[in-house]
Structure formats: structure tokens, C-alpha cells
């Protein structure tokens, strides 16, 4: 068991890692509909992060939440995998997928080994061009909202920093 009144070894991180950050430098590419490319790339670790970034914020909505809910259901079901089998083929490879959204942009992070980028390209292609937002997925996600909301609306904190 960990003894939680000793500290810790200065740098153990640091001193254990393979991984130089200073030789990380990114790649920029162009691509051909004028969208950004950085890379940065190692050798040394078979990790693959992908972040896909939106001008979809709150700032752009039409209507309240839209911006929201969609970045919490854009993973919930396409045209060809429901949102069970999406989730499956995911926690199979061990990806996971981490979204959000603010005021001017929404993102995606994919985290995956890098030996699964390739084949799981194609699925990621497919979340962002044939979504559906299953109703049933929609209501479930609008019914945990409200309940965080209401949880939320009893913290101090959660007032103060609605208030200032």
C-alpha cells in the first residue's frame, strides 16, 4: 500500500519517460478545402491522439443547447452502426473518445494505439457525416441534464460562478 505521508520521488515521471517533449516539433500541412493539419510525431510511443476542432460553439446555435447535445450524441448512431455497436467496436480496440464544447468551438479527441488508426478512420468519417441522434438517445441525454442541473443548483460554487 502507497504510505500517503511520505512524498513522492522529485521528477519520477520525468526521470522514467523515454520521451524527449523537446524534440516533438509539429508538422503543418494544408489540406485541399483550406483546413489545418499539425502533427506532431514520435517514434517512441504508439499512441495516437486526434483532435478534431469546430467552429460549432454555443456562440454559432440557433436554438438553446443544440451545440451541446450535439457534441454529447454525435457518437450515439449513424446510418449504418447503432450506438451499442459503435461503443463495442471502440472499447474493443481500447479508443476512447472524449468531447466537448464551449462558447465558440466544439472538439473531439480520439485516443487510440496507434496500430488502430487506420482501420478505425472509416468510423470516425462516418460519425461525422452520418449521425443520426437517435430520439430515444436524445431523450435520455436531455433527462441526465436536467438531473445535473438540479444537482448542480444545490453547490455554493456552482451559484457563485453562475452569479459572477
Known amino acids: ?15 522514467t519517460s523515454s520521451i524527449d517533449c523537446n524534440k516533438l516539433l509539429p508538422s503543418y500541412y494544408t489540406m485541399d478545402n483550406g483546413k489545418k493539419i499539425v502533427i506532431f510525431k ?9 483532435d478534431f476542432v469546430f467552429e460549432a460553439g454555443s456562440a454559432y446555435q440557433t ?20 450506438a451499442k455497436q459503435i461503443a463495442e467496436i471502440l472499447d474493443n480496440k ?12 466544439s472538439s473531439i479527441s480520439v485516443f487510440m494505439i496507434k496500430k488502430y488508426a487506420e482501420e ?3 468510423l470516425l468519417y462516418e460519425i461525422f457525416t452520418e ?30 460562478r453562475r452569479k459572477f
Not at 44 to 49: A, R, T, Y
Not at 63 to 81: D, M, P, V, W, Y
Not at 94 to 105: F, H, L, V, W
Not at 134 to 156: G, H, L, R, Y
Open 1 to 15: 500500500m502507497i504510505n500517503r505521508s511520505i512524498n513522492p520521488k522529485d521528477n519520477l515521471i520525468l526521470k
Open 42 to 50: 514520435s517514434n517512441s510511443i504508439d499512441l495516437v491522439k486526434i
Open 63 to 82: 436554438k438553446k443547447l443544440t451545440a451541446r447535445f450535439t457534441s454529447k450524441l454525435i457518437t450515439e448512431g449513424t446510418n449504418r452502426h447503432t
Open 94 to 105: 481500447g479508443i476512447y473518445i472524449e468531447k466537448n464544447s464551449d462558447s465558440t468551438t
Open 120 to 122: 478505425i478512420l472509416p
Open 131 to 160: 449521425a443520426i441522434f437517435p430520439n430515444n438517445e436524445f431523450e435520455v441525454a436531455i433527462k441526465k441534464s436536467k438531473q445535473n442541473f438540479q444537482n448542480d443548483m444545490m453547490k455554493t460554487q456552482y451559484l457563485a
